[in-house]
């Protein structure tokens, strides 16, 4: 079982920059490939950004590739998404899910636990 908190999350300008935080909980983080998924109102959740479970590769959605970045921390059990040149389309919930296996998915069906969500909210 691992139980996932998001942080981070607020009201920014268009522009601006923010960084997201996932704390989990569990001695078994680092076998969890980690991804950062999105929802705003009425849409589809939707996939934003993939990392392998040592952390030396990541997949992102191109609508935030060159503007987002995913990290993790092993050694602290937290996984991060900084993003910048923040647009009012990025506006949304968004959630970090856990994945215990190697297969790079952006289906959400393929995540085994998820966090709570933070809000985003990007003004123009």
């Known amino acids: 079982q691992v139980q996932l908190v998001e942080s981070g999350g607020g009201l920014v300008q268009a522009g601006d920059s923010l960084t997201l935080s996932c704390a989990a909980s569990?001695?078994?983080?680092?076998?969890?490939?980690m991804a950062w998924f999105r929802q705003a109102p009425g849409k589809a959740r939707e996939f934003v950004a993939r990392i392998s479970m040592s952390g030396s590769s990541t997949y992102y959605q191109d609508s935030v590739k060159g503007r987002f970045t995913i990290s993790r921390d092993n050694a602290k059990n937290t996984v991060y998404l900084q993003m910048n040149s923040l647009k009012s389309e990025d506006t949304a919930v968004y959630y970090c899910?856990?994945?215990?296996?190697?297969?790079?998915?952006?289906?959400?069906?393929?995540?085994?636990?998820w966090g709570q969500g933070t809000q985003v909210t990007v003004s123009s």
């Open positions: 569990g001695r078994t983080f680092s076998t969890y490939a």
């Open positions: 899910a856990a994945d215990h296996t190697a297969l790079t998915s952006a289906n959400p069906a393929a995540y085994d636990y």
